[in-house]
């Protein structure tokens, strides 16, 4: 804790930190009040909300699995902190056009044939601004920072990051659209600014070629970063738990409308508590670790959380049937016998992810050299990706062919299993290789 207090006074740290704070923190206010306005505003149907949620989170991952590989070879053959000054710089742009499909929308002018397409073409320029800037926030992290205070720094941002999920998810619950609008550019101006002051961050090997051929950077950067075994499996079981959180994230909408007959406030808070628990699993498992970066906590966390899913499950199966024609606001909801048990399996969920993961992150940036952390953060966002595409497809297909939104949660459970046992073989490894 000392480590974390000491770093966010330094400038080698802070700009950084808050910078990708108003990152994580606009994605969300603009994607959360995009996503509710249209599911509580425009559609009525929980085939139809589902597949618009999901269509939504594949849009924004989508870049990730195409341009990770360029991101990462311009992060690590050129100034990091150049880059994210122009990544910033467009967000602003990005934001503006965003900006007006949500109060065109609000509006209520063309909202089908112009406001929502808009709204998705911003989402997905805001995936491409991400893609750039994501290799980065972690690859800097081994520049700027000393040995010992990396996992600090990867604990923080992480924490940082789920702070300002938690805070535009709640914003984008409560505020109205139009202000949202109007939000989301300010957010972004004064993310450029901060960024600005990032401190310089140059290149540590010599200047190469940067390969433009989408497809086989790609395919040559995961084969060149996966012969690392660890880097390997930290890889596959972050994306693996990034599949589930997709699929536990694209359903909150629609089974708080649906299946707990409650607003889009309700939506929110489960958005909130989940982003609350990845931010305390995130610093619990730094202070258990000691700062030392290992899995040795990994298997026993992505149990718990399947263990926590499904016990959400069971809640959201026992959840009685709501008699009136009127969604429940929040105080109504949290006043139901089961609102509270609901809320601790998702919070548990969240904070036994948030443990399962991080450290999984400092592996990625602490077992390469310096000079390859950027491409080693951009093949596993190409992998992750793949892995969050697959999982919104899935939901998409369950939901097509008439599987409940709220049995999908089992799969969700499922594929945690699956984790702990990559989770187990990276722990070993570690060992094999001490």
């Given at each position: 804790m000392t480590t974390s207090t000491h770093l966010v006074r330094t400038r080698r740290f802070l700009p950084l930190f808050i910078t990708q704070l108003l990152g994580a923190f606009n994605d969300n206010l603009y994607k959360n009040a995009m996503v509710l306005y249209v599911v509580y505003s425009v559609y009525n149907s929980e085939a139809a909300e589902a597949r618009f949620s999901a269509i939504a989170s594949a849009l924004f991952i989508l870049p990730f699995f195409?341009?990770?590989?360029?991101?990462?070879?311009?992060?690590?053959?050129?100034?990091?902190?150049?880059?994210?000054?122009?990544?910033?710089?467009?967000?602003?742009?990005?934001?503006?056009?965003?900006?007006?499909?949500?109060?065109?929308?609000?509006?209520?002018?063309?909202?089908?044939p112009i406001a929502i397409p808009l709204m998705l073409a911003a989402l997905l320029a805001m995936g491409v601004h991400s893609t750039f800037f994501g290799p980065i926030k972690y690859a800097i992290l081994p520049q700027h920072l000393h040995e010992g205070e990396v996992l600090a720094g990867t604990g923080l941002v992480e924490a940082g990051t789920y702070i300002a999920i938690l805070a535009g998810t709640i914003l984008a619950g409560w505020i109205p659209v139009e202000v949202a609008a109007a939000g989301v550019v300010i957010t972004a101006l004064v993310g450029y600014l901060t960024a600005r002051e990032v401190p310089p961050a140059p290149p540590t090997i010599e200047d190469q070629h940067v390969d433009y051929n989408i497809l086989r950077s790609s395919i040559n950067l995961i084969r060149r970063t996966t012969?690392?075994?660890?880097?390997?499996?930290?890889?596959?079981?972050?994306?693996?738990?990034?599949?589930?959180?997709?699929?536990?994230?694209?359903?909150?909408?629609?089974?708080?409308?649906?299946?707990?007959?409650?607003?889009?406030?309700?939506?929110?808070?489960?958005?909130?508590?989940?982003?609350?628990?990845?931010?305390?699993?995130?610093?619990?498992?730094?202070?258990?670790?000691?700062?030392?970066?290992?899995?040795?906590?990994?298997?026993?966390?992505?149990?718990?959380?399947?263990?926590?899913?499904?016990?959400?499950?069971?809640?959201?199966?026992?959840?009685?049937?709501?008699?009136?024609?009127?969604?429940?606001?929040?105080?109504?909801?949290?006043?139901?016998?089961?609102?509270?048990?609901?809320?601790?399996?998702?919070?548990?969920?969240?904070?036994?992810?948030?443990?399962?993961?991080?450290?999984?992150?400092?592996?990625?940036?602490?077992?390469?050299?310096?000079?390859?952390?950027?491409?080693t953060i951009a093949a596993n966002n190409i992998v992750n990706s793949g892995a969050m595409v697959a999982g919104s497809l899935l939901a998409v297909g369950l939901s097509a062919v008439g599987v409940a939104i709220i049995d999908q949660l089992l799969l969700g459970a499922a594929l945690c299993a699956v984790s702990a046992w990559l989770g187990w073989l990276l722990y070993k490894a570690e060992q094999t290789a001490t």
């Open positions: 195409l341009l990770s590989a360029l991101a990462g070879q311009l992060a690590d053959m050129r100034d990091k902190a150049k880059i994210i000054r122009i990544v910033k710089a467009c967000e602003v742009a990005i934001m503006v056009v965003g900006g007006a499909g949500l109060a065109m929308a609000w509006a209520g002018f063309e909202v089908q012969q690392h075994r660890q880097v390997f499996m930290a890889i596959i079981a972050i994306s693996f738990f990034w599949a589930v959180g997709t699929i536990l994230f694209i359903q909150f909408p629609p089974l708080a409308k649906n299946v707990l007959f409650a607003s889009k406030e309700v939506a929110s808070l489960f958005l909130v508590m989940f982003s609350v628990g990845i931010a305390i699993g995130s610093v619990a498992i730094n202070a258990l670790l000691k700062g030392t970066v290992s899995a040795r906590y990994a298997p026993a966390s992505v149990i718990a959380m399947g263990v926590f899913i499904a016990a959400f499950h069971f809640v959201c199966q026992a959840w009685p049937q709501h008699m009136g024609t009127q969604l429940m606001n929040t105080s109504q909801f949290i006043a139901q016998p089961l609102a509270i048990p609901l809320l601790l399996s998702l919070l548990f969920i969240a904070i036994a992810g948030g443990m399962f993961v991080v450290p999984l992150y400092a592996f990625l940036t602490t077992v390469v050299d310096k000079s390859e952390t950027a491409r």
